[in-house]
C-alpha cells in the first residue's frame, strides 16, 4: 500500500534561503487569505530568541505568526518582524498576524486589551484576533458571569472590526456548545475557530459545525504535545514517507485543508516543518 506520494519540490534560492513557493492559503469569511502554515510563538520567551524563531521561518516561507497577550511576546514578536521583513522584501501586507485575547480581559475589558495588543504589536491592524478562551480568569466554569462576559468580548471585537483594526475576528477553544451560542446572538459571523486538533483529538463535531457556519477551522498541537511523534503507526508512515513524524502529522492536516502552527525556537525545525507542501498522503 503505498502511503506517500512525492509532488513537485518547492525551488529553493540558497544565496537567499528563501523559499520560492509560496504557502497554501485558505479563503476567510472576510475575504482574506489566511496561509495554512503558521508559526506558533507559545513559550518564545526573549527578544533574541523570538528574533531567530521569526528570521528562520520567514525565511523557510512562513507568513503566518500567531501569537496571544498570555504569551507575553507580542512587542518582541512585533520588534522582530518590523525589524526583518525588509531583510526579505516583504511588506506589512505579505504576512498575517494573529493575536488572542487573554481571559482576564474577557468582558469589559476586551476593547482596551485588544487595542493594548496593538499597541504592542506596534501595527495599524491585526489580521485575525481571537477570543483565546471562552471563560474568564478566576471564575469556575460554572459561573453565570462567563456566558455574560463572552458576548460583551465579541461586541467589542466586532466595533474594532469596524474601525478595521481587526481585519478578522474569530474564537480558540470554544467546543460546539459555546461556538452555537456565539453564532445565534453575534452580529458578525466568526471567521476562524482555533482548537487542539490531531489523529487522536479529530474534532469531529467542531469540523462539522464550522463547515455548516463557514468558520474556518485551524489547528495547535499538532503533534499532541509532542507524544504522537512516537506513535508507531506515525513511525511506520514517517518511514515510509522518508519524512519526520511532525512533517507527518502536519502534512496529515494540511492535506484536509486545516492550518496548522508547529511552534519551535529551532531554525532548522522550523525549516523542516515548512517542507509539508511537496509530499502527499495516501487515503
Same mark, same amino acid.
Given at each position: 500500500?503505498?502511503?506517500?506520494?512525492?509532488?513537485?519540490?518547492?525551488?529553493?534560492?540558497?544565496?537567499?534561503?528563501?523559499?520560492?513557493?509560496?504557502?497554501?492559503?485558505?479563503?476567510?469569511?472576510?475575504?482574506?487569505?489566511?496561509?495554512?502554515?503558521? *508559526?506558533?510563538?507559545?513559550?518564545?520567551?526573549?527578544?533574541?530568541?523570538?528574533?531567530? /524563531?521569526?528570521?528562520?521561518?520567514?525565511? /523557510?516561507?512562513?507568513?503566518?505568526?500567531?501569537?496571544?497577550?498570555?504569551?507575553?511576546?507580542? /512587542?518582541?514578536?512585533?520588534?522582530?518582524?518590523?525589524?526583518?521583513?525588509?531583510?526579505?522584501? *516583504?511588506?506589512?501586507?505579505?504576512?498575517?498576524?494573529?493575536?488572542?485575547?487573554?481571559?482576564?480581559?474577557?468582558?469589559?475589558?476586551?476593547?482596551?486589551?485588544?487595542?493594548?495588543?496593538?499597541?504592542?504589536?506596534?501595527?495599524?491592524?491585526?489580521?485575525?484576533?481571537?477570543?483565546?478562551?471562552?471563560?474568564?480568569?478566576?471564575?469556575?466554569?460554572?459561573?453565570?458571569?462567563?456566558?455574560?462576559?463572552?458576548?460583551?468580548?465579541?461586541?467589542?471585537?466586532?466595533?474594532?472590526?469596524?474601525?478595521?483594526?481587526?481585519?478578522?475576528?474569530?474564537?480558540?477553544?470554544?467546543?460546539?456548545?459555546?461556538?452555537r451560542a456565539l453564532l445565534r446572538d453575534c452580529t458578525v459571523v466568526p471567521a476562524l475557530l482555533q482548537v487542539e486538533f490531531h489523529p487522536r483529538l479529530p474534532q469531529v463535531q467542531l469540523r462539522s459545525l464550522c463547515a455548516e457556519e463557514g468558520v474556518v477551522f485551524q489547528a495547535y498541537s499538532s503533534l499532541g504535545r509532542g507524544e504522537l511523534c512516537s506513535d508507531p503507526v506515525v513511525l511506520q508512515v514517517s518511514e515510509a514517507c522518508e519524512r519526520t513524524p511532525a512533517q507527518v502529522l502536519l502534512r496529515?492536516?494540511?492535506?484536509?485543508?486545516?492550518?496548522?502552527?508547529?511552534?519551535?525556537?529551532?531554525?532548522?525545525?522550523?525549516?523542516?516543518?515548512?517542507?509539508?507542501?511537496?509530499?502527499?498522503?495516501?487515503?
Amino acid at each position: 500500500m503505498h502511503v506517500c506520494l512525492s509532488l513537485p519540490r518547492t525551488r529553493v534560492d540558497r544565496s537567499s534561503r528563501l523559499v520560492m513557493g509560496p504557502v497554501p492559503c485558505v479563503s476567510l469569511n472576510t475575504g482574506a487569505q489566511m496561509p495554512l502554515l503558521g *508559526l506558533g510563538t507559545y513559550k518564545l520567551v526573549g527578544a533574541q530568541t523570538v528574533l531567530q /524563531a521569526v528570521d528562520a521561518a520567514l525565511a /523557510a516561507g512562513y507568513r503566518s505568526f500567531d501569537t496571544a497577550a498570555v504569551y507575553r511576546n507580542e /512587542a518582541d514578536v512585533g520588534r522582530a518582524l518590523k525589524e526583518l521583513m525588509p531583510k526579505y522584501g *516583504l511588506s506589512r501586507e505579505d504576512v498575517f498576524i494573529t493575536s488572542k485575547l487573554g481571559p482576564k480581559d474577557q468582558g469589559a475589558g476586551a476593547m482596551a486589551a485588544a487595542l493594548h495588543s496593538l499597541s504592542e504589536l506596534d501595527l495599524d491592524w491585526i489580521d485575525l484576533y481571537l477570543i483565546h478562551w471562552p471563560g474568564t480568569q478566576g471564575l469556575e466554569v460554572s459561573d453565570h458571569r462567563n456566558p455574560e462576559n463572552r458576548p460583551v468580548s465579541w461586541s467589542a471585537l466586532e466595533q474594532l472590526q469596524i474601525q478595521g483594526k481587526l481585519k478578522a475576528i474569530g474564537v480558540s477553544n470554544y467546543t460546539p456548545h459555546h461556538l452555537r451560542a456565539l453564532l445565534r446572538d453575534c452580529t458578525v459571523v466568526p471567521a476562524l475557530l482555533q482548537v487542539e486538533f490531531h489523529p487522536r483529538l479529530p474534532q469531529v463535531q467542531l469540523r462539522s459545525l464550522c463547515a455548516e457556519e463557514g468558520v474556518v477551522f485551524q489547528a495547535y498541537s499538532s503533534l499532541g504535545r509532542g507524544e504522537l511523534c512516537s506513535d508507531p503507526v506515525v513511525l511506520q508512515v514517517s518511514e515510509a514517507c522518508e519524512r519526520t513524524p511532525a512533517q507527518v502529522l502536519l502534512r496529515w492536516a494540511v492535506q484536509q485543508d486545516i492550518g496548522v502552527l508547529p511552534k519551535s525556537s529551532c531554525p532548522e525545525r522550523i525549516r523542516t516543518n515548512a517542507s509539508i507542501f511537496d509530499f502527499s498522503l495516501s487515503s
